[in-house]
């Protein structure tokens, strides 16, 4: 097996993405446009998207990292407007642009087009995480696409099915659909249930940060793959764990949680370079075998169905957005009104990404009794196209859009002031209770050193009422800032000490490793004081 492809394809993105940090545009962007260029430089190895390694091995552990930094409370929150888009729109998304394709395509079986339709349809979770990062989204809307990115995919995948089985010649029913998309909704759900106790219960009682990490990177993998073998939904599985961790992370180890971090945060980054480097990676690949599409035809289809699907996306999301106020008081008195700005946002953030070219990837090359798939490679064609000109016209546009609407923003000031007072309140229950401790005689400790716990206290307590405060006028450093500084230059100072030992031989190595692992440590914990 050549290995050297995929050693190219992660640290050509790898590289790419860190590039893109060092510019306004969006690494998924430039990662795309850069796929695109060299698709067609002779010598680059052919990448084609292979379903069969996208869908349960990237996206599960993509969904995972998604899932675990959301928050579950605010998704409860946002229930209706995330339902809503998840499952109602992508449903329309799959009929409109279904039939859409069938009126614009001649020749074009309606059963092929909802193919497309269903292909087309979910935004992806990575594109949409992505640019909510990068362009600062309010915390709504951002909580809105993200749970919409989480379980769209599951209701795209099912309607897929059911459209392919009648395209095959399978002889699928709309009551079998409906059928199907329930049991694989309930399904995914229940086995997501069942599964999410007794591995958070393994979490807590794994007494190593290794097993407990080697566990963590496969438990979506697990909840995939059981939901997948119940022929239920394997991305509702995967996201139903991952919230129920997420929300418990705390009963969890800290030296597991701040290696799970590292550790996942290491993987998000490279398969969502390696992704978004694939997607424009298809481009020759899909391309070739066009036929009686090839020019203009072909590029009229394109810019029809890139139209409708941007178009499905308001025409949804309007009506969804304000009909259930018009129809309930109850959510007139609970909800502020929302303006037009937020759902314009919310519409033209539907990027379509990596999913939707594996879903087309997996169409099968023939049907029952041997004939060829019909328009297999203008479907293809017609994905590749629609997910490029939605990441590109509307992620680039999309940062733009957001200053030119003056869209209210996180407060930093607030967020700060909210973070102190807690700070506060916990400082003083830990405060209480090393009263508590230290009057046992059991956990007699020197004055120095009860003095010690007081001051770390104290310092936690204090660090984020310093953020409030004003800056050094010689440094513009803020006091967080200088202390920062000054704890590192310390810990400096005594990382080369130790160096300088090992090379004189007064230490060996691996008393090195014991001291700057306990540095490190302290390093870390001095930057989290003030981060």
Do not use: C
């Amino acid at each position: 097996m050549n290995v050297l492809p995929l050693l190219l394809l992660v640290a050509g993105s790898a590289a790419v993405a860190g590039a893109a940090r060092r510019t306004p545009v969006p690494a998924p962007l430039l990662l795309v446009a850069v796929g695109l260029a060299i698709s067609y430089v002779p010598g680059v190895p052919q990448y084609t998207l292979a379903p069969g390694i996208v869908l349960p091995l990237v996206l599960p552990p993509l969904l995972y990292t998604a899932a675990t930094e959301s928050s579950y409370l605010d998704l409860r929150a946002q229930l209706r407007p995330v339902a809503l888009l998840s499952v109602g729109y992508v449903l329309f998304a799959t009929l409109l642009v279904g039939w859409a394709a069938y009126l614009i395509i001649p020749d074009l079986p309606l059963t092929a087009a909802l193919v497309l339709g269903a292909v087309v349809a979910p935004p992806d979770a990575v594109a949409a995480t992505a640019v909510a990062r990068r362009v600062g989204l309010p915390s709504r809307i951002t909580t809105i696409l993200q749970g919409e990115s989480l379980v769209n995919d599951a209701t795209a995948i099912t309607a897929y099915k059911v459209a392919l089985a009648a395209a095959v010649g399978e002889g699928a029913t709309w009551l079998g659909g409906v059928r199907e998309f329930l049991l694989a909704a309930v399904g995914g759900v229940v086995v997501g249930l069942l599964l999410m106790v007794p591995i958070h219960w393994l979490r807590t009682h794994l007494k190593e940060a290794l097993l407990q990490n080697t566990l963590s990177l496969l438990i979506p993998y697990v909840a995939y793959g059981a939901a997948e073998w119940a022929h239920a939904s394997g991305v509702l599985a995967v996201v139903v764990v991952a919230l129920y961790l997420g929300y418990h992370n705390w009963q969890v180890d800290f030296a597991t949680r701040l290696q799970e971090e590292a550790v996942w945060k290491m993987v998000a980054f490279v398969l969502e370079s390696a992704v978004f480097a694939l997607i424009g990676l298809q481009l020759p690949f899909v391309l070739r075998g066009l036929g009686q599409y090839e020019g203009t035809r072909a590029a009229w289809y394109a810019v029809a169905v890139f139209l409708v699907v941007v178009v499905s996306r308001f025409v949804w999301v309007y009506p969804a957005t304000f009909l259930p106020r018009m129809l309930s008081a109850r959510i007139r008195q609970r909800e502020e009104n929302p303006t037009w700005k937020g759902p314009f946002i919310i519409a033209w953030a539907g990027m379509r990404g990596v999913v939707s070219l594996a879903i087309a990837f997996s169409i099968p090359r023939t049907v029952h009794g041997g004939g060829p798939f019909p328009d297999r490679n203008l479907i293809l064609f017609l994905t590749f196209t629609t997910v490029i000109g939605t990441l590109v016209v509307q992620g680039l546009t999309l940062p733009p859009l957001i200053r030119l609407l003056r869209l209210p923003g996180r407060d930093p000031q607030a967020e700060t002031l909210a973070e102190a007072n807690a700070q506060a309140q916990a400082s003083r229950a830990a405060e209480q209770r090393l009263d508590e401790l230290l009057n046992d005689e059991r956990n007699a400790l020197p004055p120095p050193l009860a003095e010690r716990l007081r001051t770390v206290l104290e310092r936690r307590r204090n660090a984020v009422w310093e953020r409030l405060g004003s800056v050094n006028p010689v440094t513009g450093e803020t006091a967080d800032d200088t202390y920062r500084r000054l704890s590192r230059q310390m810990i400096g100072a005594e990382r080369e000490v130790f160096v300088r030992l090992r090379n004189h031989r007064y230490i060996d190595d691996e008393m090195l490793r014991t001291l700057l692992r306990r540095l490190d440590l302290e390093e870390a914990a001095a930057y989290r004081e003030t981060a």
